[in-house]
């Protein structure tokens, strides 16, 4: 299973983006679908993630982060609004199966940068 992850930039604060993490050698909706993100001298950290009935989202991205699957294209998005400096970070979406609790599956990062 291939993981390409897609649509970072330059954006200012309270822009938008959408990141997209397109699937192959895999179906995208055998998958918990999830995102993670690791800015400059931190470690990796969840963002997020997508599964068959629902998705969940850490503190800090609720309410302006969405995750949703286009099952025919087999890609996942991340919607990104409301978009601030502390969200500058390469951005990774991973891949697990249901049942096992690590992530299987890695795409390259994306980078977002946010601009104040």
């Known amino acids: 299973v291939q993981l390409q992850a897609s649509g970072g930039g330059l954006v200012q604060t309270g822009g938008s983006l959408r990141l997209s993490c397109t699937v192959s050698?895999?179906?995208?909706?055998?998958?918990?679908m999830g995102w993670f993100r690791q800015a400059p001298g931190k470690e990796r950290e969840f963002v997020g993630h997508i599964s068959r009935g629902n998705s969940l989202y850490r503190d800090s991205v609720q309410g302006r982060f969405t995750i949703s699957r286009d099952n025919a294209k087999n890609t996942v998005y991340l919607q990104m609004n409301s978009l601030k400096p502390e969200d500058t970070a390469v951005y990774h979406c991973?891949?697990?199966?249901?049942?096992?609790?690590?992530?299987?599956?890695w795409g390259q990062g994306t980078l977002v940068t946010v601009s104040s």
């Open positions: 991973a891949a697990r199966r249901y049942g096992v609790v690590e992530y299987d599956f």
């Open positions: 050698g895999g179906t995208v909706s055998e998958y918990v």
